[in-house]
């Protein structure tokens, strides 16, 4: 069965400085991985995914992410963060196309100016 | 384009008592997805449709909840009658096909007191 792990609860940055928010996952066959971030009072919002091809993806926002297949790690970057990107984030895997998102418990991003 | 929309964005409701939610999903997905979000924990995925058929229910926690998709279009989740552990946030989603990102609602918050 396929799982998620977002080892840090909460990550705190200063505006401007890069930002990492991180994600491992387990799956038996190929991974189709995704970030979604949920803003306050708001739904889950897709940022980004990987199902084949380079292993950096670029998403929304100025985010992106890279998929590491011996690390089996999925970790959320941004170059210069922002006060606006406060908010939780979950990293999601499917376990091939057409099987359930399952999500990490998410990590909470504090962008303090 | 319309996104995934979920009615109602909050429900109180007395232990014992029945609450319907709904979701409408974005036009022409095939694919819906319920979801729940008990406090701090992980998102859990509870089932999905293809279309009006249940494709894969194996998340739904037991007989009290029942998920309708009467048409294909909008779906209904009944959790009858309701206990206090049913407390949490009810996403939904919908998805083009089985393996494009899901779009999520913005969910309903179930309070069972």
């Known amino acids: 069965a396929q799982s998620v792990a977002q080892p840090e609860d909460q990550v705190n940055v200063a505006e401007g400085n890069p930002l990492t928010v991180k994600c491992t996952y387990s799956v038996s066959g190929n991974p189709y991985l995704f970030w979604y971030v949920q803003y306050p009072n708001r739904g889950l919002q897709f940022l980004l995914k990987?199902?084949?091809?380079?292993?950096l993806v670029k998403g929304s926002y100025g985010f992106e992410a890279e998929f590491n297949k011996s690390q089996t790690s999925f970790h959320l970057k941004k170059p210069s963060a922002l006060v606006s990107d406060s908010a939780l984030y979950f990293c999601a895997v499917r376990d091939g196309g057409n099987t359930p998102l399952v999500f990490g418990k998410g990590t909470r991003l504090s962008v303090i100016a | 384009e319309a996104g995934v929309t979920q009615f109602p964005s909050h429900s109180v409701i007395e232990k014992g008592q029945t609450v319907t939610l709904r979701c409408d999903p974005i036009?022409?997905?095939?694919?819906l997805y319920w979801y729940r979000r008990v406090m701090g924990k992980e998102i859990k995925f509870l089932l999905h449709?293809?279309?009006?058929?249940?494709?894969?229910e194996s998340g739904m926690p037991n007989n009290r909840f029942l998920a309708e998709r009467t048409g294909g279009t909008y779906s209904t989740l009944k959790v009858q009658p309701a206990e206090l552990e049913d407390s949490g946030v009810y996403f939904c989603?919908?998805?083009?096909?089985?393996?494009?990102?899901?779009?999520f609602g913005q969910g309903t918050r179930l309070t069972v007191v």
């Open positions: 990987y199902i084949t091809g380079d292993n």
């Open positions: 989603a919908s998805s083009r096909t089985g393996s494009s990102p899901a779009f």
């Open positions: 036009s022409g997905h095939d694919n």
């Open positions: 449709f293809v279309k009006e058929s249940k494709q894969d």
